[in-house]
């Protein structure tokens, strides 16, 4: 059996501490610059990409990166709830759940963080969910890390179904918002049916039909699909949030 990191100890160890399904820490509140920090996204991208670099659906290396992004979250002064989904007998992984702070969600932002690499992508969003707090605390928005979407059963994407799933058990009519391919070096792109409303407000420039709305599109949600530069995407993505949608 392959041994644990000490990184890998350190969270589970963490996790224990705090393993209440919901909450936050006690008079947290948000900190820090009101822009994405550059620097900060590469802390947390070397994170993902050295220290968990291998992150497969249900393993202890997910259940571990499921710990960092949940505690970055609630020190951002997030309640962050963990939504659990089922991969196989016995074997489940998480979806890492910020909660709006004003309650019914008008933005959810989505991020994958099973599988390998993808660093930079989920450090913009955890930076943008920290920023949006200070700069907007009371604001309308989610963000849900995504587990088990690269999973290889029942055709992956479990994570995003089981969060489309719930979104419709709620009766809630939010626009996702799915960071994918940040760090790629590509200018900014948006593409999906809420395209239109993200570029009239950030001003940047898009292409429509990139990327999968296998699971958005089919469930009926507004849906936006957004890669790039993560100093780019970061701005882009906190502007647009600041604004209308949140």
Not at 31 to 44: F, K, L, N, Q, T
Not at 61 to 73: D, I, P, S, V
Not at 78 to 98: E, F, G
Request: net charge negative.
């Amino acid at each position: 059996m392959q041994r644990a990191s000490p990184l890998l100890l350190c969270l589970i160890l963490v996790a224990v501490a705090c393993s209440s399904e919901e909450g936050a820490p006690l008079d947290v509140r948000p900190s820090g610059a009101p822009d994405v920090v550059i620097e900060d996204v590469r802390r947390h991208a070397e994170q993902f990409d050295q220290d968990l670099r291998h992150r497969p659906a249900g393993s202890q290396q997910e259940f571990a990166a499921a710990t960092y992004l949940l505690g970055h979250l609630q020190r951002a002064g997030y309640v962050v709830q963990l939504d659990y989904v089922p991969v196989k007998d016995l074997v489940r992984s998480t979806n890492v759940v910020a909660q709006a702070p004003r309650g019914e969600p008008r933005v959810v932002v989505v991020i994958p963080y099973d599988g390998r690499g993808g660093g930079e992508g989920i450090g913009v969003f955890l930076e943008t969910a920290r920023a949006l707090r200070v700069r907007a605390a009371d604001h309308a928005v989610e963000f849900v890390a995504l587990g088990a979407e690269r999973a290889t059963v029942s055709g992956g994407l479990l994570g995003s179904r089981r969060l489309a799933r719930r979104l419709l058990d709620d009766g809630v009519e939010a626009t996702i918002v799915e960071l994918t391919g940040v760090g790629t070096g590509e200018p900014l792109v948006v593409a999906g049916d809420a395209a239109v409303d993200f570029l009239a407000t950030t001003g940047g420039g898009g292409e429509e039909g990139r990327g999968s709305d296998r699971v958005w599109g089919r469930a009926g949600f507004r849906h936006a699909l957004v890669s790039g530069d993560p100093a780019a995407v970061g701005a882009a993505l906190l502007d647009f949030l600041e604004g209308p949608a949140g």
